[in-house]
Every structure is written in C-alpha cells, then in structure tokens.
C-alpha cells in the first residue's frame, strides 16, 4: 500500500517533473480574494445615450455628453459637457454597457468610480455627477436601479476621486451592467469656459483569480 512521504525543508528540482499521480485542482472560490480591484471603463465605450450604437460625438450637445481628446504629450483626453457657462440648469448623459468578468467574486460590493471636475472654471452654482446603473438579463429584462445615493458634486478645477457603491447583493460573474452617467451644471455667470468632466471612470470592486 502506498504511503504518503514527507519532503522537508526544501525541493531543486533541476530537470523535468513526471507525475504519475493526479494533480490536486483548486476552484476559482478557493484562490485569495483580492480586493479594490480596478475594471476600467475606457472612454471608448461610452455612447449616446438614448442610442447605445452611436458613438460619443466629439462635442457635447444637445443632452449628449462629448469625447474630447487631448494632445499627446500635453493634455489628457475626457468625456464631459460643451462650455455651459450663462446656460442655466443643463444635464448632459453618456452611457456605457459592463460585463462583470468571471474572476468577480458573488455579491461583492461593486462602486462605480471616476476623477471628474470643472475644467477652465467652475459652475457659478452647481456642478453634479450621478449615474444610474441596470443589470440586463440575458431575456433583456432589465432590473432597478442599483444606485440609491444623491448626485455628488464636482465642482472643483481640481479632477477628484468621485464615488457611487452599488447594490450588489445580487450580481453574479457574467452579469451585464447597464451604466448610464450624467453631468449637471447650473451656471449664469457671463466669464470664461464651464465645463463638467471626468478623465478617468472603473469599476471598484473584488475579484478571484
């Protein structure tokens, strides 16, 4: 009858390995969970809202927000609004689809992230962002909103780390998340450039694997 051997303190092994046995197997839900792990959102991925195929156009208008590159080596690119400045409450809307991988751990707490602010100056009253997030069923049948919070606000020049944790207790690996954001700004002010932007969105969340 075999027996089990003890190989201590250390193994070289120098050549090649043959096993004649069977390898152990390890589930994903037994390897180490790492936690605040980043799932971008990348600029190219967002569309017009209320028309998913159509790619952001290259200037805010209308209730769209705009993809605006930047110029190597100088300036980085965003997504935000035209120059609002004189034009009173105006919202503008991007929105962008999310597949959860197979490595996101059940249930873990997922939060939709972004730098964002005011760029050249600030809204004389309020700048805002908020989004409102949708798992998509696989029959197209489309849940509530897993966002409960306020709008935060960006009004700063300074691009800052802005937060919205969702409901999570019931996504799955898979899952498919429908994320539409949206930009307010309120500004009657008659000086430079308004606008409301972020540089950077992800998802925050736990993985396994």
């Not at 193994?11 to 069977?22: D, M, S, T």
């Not at 209730?63 to 590159?69: K, M, R, V, W």
């Not at 069923?137 to 700063?156: E, H, P, Q």
Request: glycine share 8%; charged share 15%.
């Amino acid at each position: 009858m075999a027996t089990d051997t003890a190989v201590f303190p250390n193994v070289q092994i120098q050549g090649n390995l043959a096993v004649a046995g069977n390898l152990p197997t390890y589930p994903r839900s037994s390897l180490a969970t790492d936690t605040n792990q980043i799932l971008p959102l990348p600029f190219d991925i967002w569309r017009v809202w209320d028309s998913v195929g159509t790619v952001l156009p290259a200037t805010s208008a209308a209730d769209d927000l705009g993809y605006y590159t930047g110029t190597h080596g100088t300036a980085g690119s965003y997504i935000g609004t035209s120059d609002l400045k004189t034009a009173g409450a105006t919202t503008r809307y991007a929105r962008c689809l999310k597949v959860l991988p197979p490595s996101y751990v059940a249930a873990a707490t997922v939060t939709v992230r972004f730098s964002a602010g005011c760029i050249t100056t600030i809204a004389d009253t309020a700048a805002t962002l908020i989004v409102d997030v949708r798992k998509v069923s696989r029959d197209r049948t489309v849940g509530a909103n897993l966002y409960a919070g306020a709008a935060v606000s960006i009004r700063s020049l300074t691009l800052a780390e802005t937060t919205f944790a969702l409901t999570s207790s019931g996504l799955l690996p898979g899952d498919m998340l429908d994320i539409k954001a949206a930009i307010a700004v309120t500004d009657a002010a008659t000086g430079t450039a308004v606008i409301g932007a972020w540089a950077a969105a992800e998802l925050y969340t736990s993985i396994q694997g």
